[in-house]
């Protein structure tokens, strides 16, 4: 039976791997997610190649121009070298967001922008990710140095993405990139209060987390991203110790200068103190500029020992009755009604990019997220209509990028944001089935956010203009004329509600998001104060009834809603302190050189536009990548072009089931509504059991298939569907032809596979969904040469456990061989725990399996290892196998396969960002392991691999 230290040598022998693999994976993004009717332009510059699709020629251009003249004012912070990257601009998905990543090297921008523009800030969505994101792609062709370099000479981009990852910490590829948005803009998140509201909670709580904890996060208590931290400490850093700080930190970091602990040792080097103070200075400068106004925050009861729950976006049944959105890390997000101290459930909530609602008479509206059936950067945002009364739900709209929707006051009509693929912004007017029945212009071009019915003839919405400058403006349905109700300036605004035609909305001032109200008798701004009695950071999310008002904080337990009785309350007159600038957080390293505030001076240069080609390097080979997924363990030499649609790679694999090699050359081109592949494989030393002896050969396979991928996600389910066909011709040699009297031959088979899988949605602390399905089947038969079948059928069921986080999971499967069979095919049956695994020609399991977790330590060693959770697992499987013709006597074999055990798995951030989960099992045979070793026990190292 296995000893402990070859369990510990495994782990080792695995961890490289494991990494290189998680810093390249980690960055993928959808393969074959554009229609191919969708048609490709280019704007070619030195810095970068702007890729987009045809009608978004001035979004490309813009952006192209950002980079280029950007580019070389902020080099000198982190390092001259130059290597043109690929920016692909994504206009189809409802989705938010952008990245850069190597392996391969490219970036991708999604152009939907979001309605919360306290949180990423107002800017011009493309503008604010070309802002951000090429600071990236500086710093990826800047930290190729030292041992980096080396790795990416052994592995290809996929190796330097290792040595970036273990080198320097993912706050500071964020924090620097914030710094960089901060600092070429008038806004950026650094001078934004909501981006700060984690610390803040974490302060005005007294959390005082180690640095292992808020790098790595827990599944209890709140913490907030790397980006907060990263911009906290860039930013320091900048002050302190002047521009180039961090490009000596980094160079010699990414470099693994001074060996282990590379970055901290350079921060010592270049600040003359050690990274530990470094790090206490930082975050002690800006907890400074929050510490007189957080004050007013109410003390945290001392029973409150872990996050509790995020309440959001209430809104008033009556005075006493409150609705809104519950989320917990232990269950998904709910609508629930709260009334004195009980709060009732109502229903789940669908699948949702935010949790954003609007309530109106016994019914919420809210949008919904639903991808397309086959292009996955084509996604949606439906509206959902819920009765409160029945908690049943049903969609009102198909194929919209719908957001925001509020009901008129009478219930009879919703206004929504619409969203084009083209970036433009409408309100859109339906009735309460979903018909659009007014589209309003809008000539000014403005982008609308959280809109409200202002009586019969006007909608009040927050509204930024296209330098992205925002105002609250008064809409006349009719003509789309707006009339603004205050100057535009950066500061944020949103969250309008309309109460008796008063306007209450939530702006930035200062240091603070506060609640402010223009009042309809007077047409006066007025800013709440306040209440000494707040129940988190920040006024947002406000409601209002007769007599009552609540707005939802920011709290180390999560977002909390303050009520207070109107009477109560202190509102100043605001009209005169109306500044328009935001702060800086003493920061004046964000004004020191000609960089700064760059985008303002931005020229639209007119730029060539040509075609881009779908076909243009489509064998792009970037890595030498691992992979394992027991049996099978295999380096692969890959590549990828830049639209993701042709992956193709070279490869070695080792299956330990069966112990073949295997050499082989795979592709896969994805733009079309089927994914077309074809490969070539030579295979040495297959084998199989045969009359008392193994029977080795080898072959050569030839391969091309069809497969469709659908996705029917949708409401709360989360469900896909694959099938496929391939065609396989293999030339079989037998090392033993002359001793066993078997002719080499060659054949044909189909391998037909289909696939589905469904679950429900799943909580952070859910080791699985609480309900979920994965079936599967696959049947390979020969069609010329040789008589041949193979049926494998797959089932995995999850259902819940005796508590809340358990789950029980039941696994069948079936594995059937033809009776005639010559050749046998490669075996991926999933044979009882802890036995030699054979393939035989009848074989038949069923698996029960308890997971549960029992510690969360949030504990670490060394900025080397953190361990999150511990969770455990009960088992027992049975596998009854057959085989005819098995012994040399030609008699049948048959035998049961019964296993029992536990398992123990660690849920770890190595090195404080790779998430890699592994396990210690133990099982017990309860029959003999008529394939391996001797004794009953068994001890295994456990890499688990995610089905959903």
């Known amino acids: 039976m296995n000893k402990y230290p070859v369990v510990n040598k495994t782990l080792k022998k695995l961890l490289l791997p494991a990494l290189l693999l998680m810093a390249t994976i980690t960055r993928a993004q959808q393969f074959g997610g554009n229609p191919p009717s969708l048609k490709w332009k280019q704007v070619n510059t030195l810095p970068a190649r702007i890729i987009f699709p045809a009608g978004m020629d001035s979004a490309g251009i813009r952006v192209a121009n950002i980079v280029q003249q950007m580019n070389g004012l902020i080099k000198p912070t982190i390092g001259v070298k130059q290597r043109q990257v690929n920016i692909v601009l994504q206009n189809q998905t409802t989705i938010a967001n952008g990245y850069v990543g190597l392996a391969p090297f490219r970036s991708e921008f999604f152009l939907t922008p979001e309605q919360n523009s306290f949180d990423i800030g107002s800017l011009p969505w493309a503008q604010q990710l070309a802002i951000h994101e090429f600071r990236h792609v500086q710093q990826y062709n800047n930290f190729n140095v030292g041992l980096s370099r080396a790795l990416r000479i052994l592995f290809g981009e996929g190796g330097q993405a290792l040595g970036n990852d273990l080198s320097v910490p993912n706050w500071f590829f964020e924090g620097d990139a914030v710094f960089n948005e901060t600092h070429v803009s008038e806004q950026g998140r650094g001078r934004l209060p909501y981006f700060f509201n984690g610390y803040r909670a974490l302060w005005a709580a007294d959390r005082n987390y180690s640095y292992m904890k808020l790098r790595n996060g827990s599944y209890v208590d709140y913490t907030p991203d790397h980006y907060p931290l990263g911009y906290m400490l860039v930013a320091y850093g900048r002050q302190q110790y002047g521009d180039d700080f961090w490009k000596n930190v980094t160079h010699n970091a990414a470099a693994f200068k001074g060996g282990f602990y590379p970055f901290q040792r350079a921060v010592k080097k270049y600040a003359g103190t050690d990274f530990n103070t470094f790090r206490n200075e930082g975050l002690d400068h800006f907890r400074e500029q929050f510490s007189g106004t957080d004050a007013n925050v109410k003390a945290i009861p001392k029973t409150a020992k872990h996050f509790e729950a995020d309440r959001e976006y209430p809104e008033y049944i009556n005075d ?47 949008a919904a997220y639903r991808p397309d059936l086959r292009w996955s950067y084509r996604n949606y945002s439906e509206l959902m209509l819920l009765d409160v009364s029945t908690g049943k739900e049903h969609s009102i709209t198909r194929k919209t990028k719908y ?40 000539p000014l071009k403005l982008f609308y956010t959280y809109p409200q019915f202002y009586g019969d003839d006007k909608l009040v919405a927050a509204v930024r203009n296209p330098e992205g400058k925002m105002t609250l403006a008064l809409i006349d349905i009719e003509t789309g004329s707006a009339k603004y109700s205050m100057p535009f300036s950066f500061r944020p605004i949103g969250f309008t509600k309309v109460k008796n ?32 009695n707040d129940a988190g950071i920040g006024h947002y999310q406000p409601a209002i009834s007769n007599h009552k008002l609540a707005w939802v904080g920011f709290t180390a337990f999560g977002y909390q809603i303050t009520e207070a009785d109107k009477k109560d309350l202190k509102w100043i007159d605001a009209r005169e302190e109306y500044p328009h600038s935001l702060p800086d957080m003493k920061i004046p390293a964000l004004a020191r050189d000609s960089s700064a505030n ?36 295999s380096f692969a030499i890959t590549g990828e072009n830049v639209l993701n649609t042709f992956q193709s790679q070279l490869s070695f694999d080792y299956n330990t089931n069966e112990g073949y090699k295997q050499f082989g050359f795979d592709a896969i081109y994805g733009a079309l509504f089927p994914y077309i592949s074809a ?9 199989q059991f045969y009359r008392g002896n193994y029977v080795y050969w080898n072959e050569t396979s030839l391969h091309g298939g069809l497969q469709v991928p659908l996705n029917f996600n949708g409401g709360k389910h989360i469900t896909g569907l694959s099938f496929g066909t391939d065609v396989y011709f293999n030339s079989t040699s037998f090392q033993q032809r002359n001793l066993l009297k078997i002719a080499d031959r060659s054949y044909t088979y189909l391998n037909n596979y289909i696939s589905f899988s469904n679950q429900t ?57 033809g009776k005639n069979n010559v050749i046998s095919f490669s075996n991926n049956f999933p044979f009882s725990k802890g036995y030699t695994a054979e393939n035989l020609d009848d074989m038949n399991k069923v698996g029960v399996n308890y997971h ?6 949030d504990a670490g060693f060394g900025n080397l290892i953190y361990l999150l959770r511990l969770r455990g697992a009960l088992f027992f499987d049975y596998t009854h196998a057959t085989a005819n013709n098995f012994f040399t006597n030609g008699s049948s074999f048959k035998q049961n396969f019964r296993s029992t055990g536990a398992a123990v798995f660690f849920d770890t951030k190595f090195f404080n960002q790779n998430s890699i989960s592994f396990g210690i099992r133990y099982s017990r045979l309860l029959d003999n392991d008529f394939f391996g070793g001797t004794g009953r026990n068994r001890i295994e190292l456990v890499l688990p691999v995610t089905i959903f």
């Open 852 to 857: 549960f977790p029992f510690a969360y330590p």
């Open 501 to 532: 035609q008063d306007i209450y909305f939530a702006q930035t001032q200062d240091v603070n998001d506060r609640l402010f109200v223009l009042k309809h008798t007077d047409n006066r701004f007025y800013e709440l104060l306040p209440t000494g």
């Open 598 to 633: 760059m985008l303002a001076g931005v020229v639209d240069n007119p730029l060539p536009v040509t075609p881009y080609s779908k076909t243009h390097g489509l064998f792009n080979f970037h890595s030498i990548i691992p992979n394992i997924s027991d049996p099978n363990y």
């Open 761 to 817: 949605q799943a909580a952070k602390q859910n080791i699985y969904p609480q309900l979920a399905q994965s079936i599967s089947v696959n049947y390979k038969s020969s069609i010329t040469g040789a008589g041949s079948t193979q049926l494998l059928a797959l089932g995995t069921f999850y259902f819940p456990g005796l508590v809340t986080n358990h789950s029980l999971v039941i696994n069948v499967a079936h594995q059937e061989k």
């Open 403 to 442: 957001f925001s929707p509020a009901f008129s006051a009478d219930g009879s009509k919703i206004v929504v944001v619409q969203v084009n693929p083209s970036g433009a912004s409408q309100l859109h007017i339906l009735n309460a089935e979903g018909r659009v029945i007014k589209m309003l212009p809008n």
């Open 320 to 366: 006493s009755t409150l609705i809104y959105m519950k989320s917990t890390y232990d269950h998904i997000p709910a609508f629930v009604i709260k009334t004195g101290d009980h709060e009732r459930q109502i229903s789940t909530r669908s699948s949702s990019l935010d949790n954003y609602f609007n309530y109106n008479n016994g019914r919420v509206v809210y």
């Open 679 to 687: 490969g070539a494989d030579y295979t040495l030393d297959r084998r």
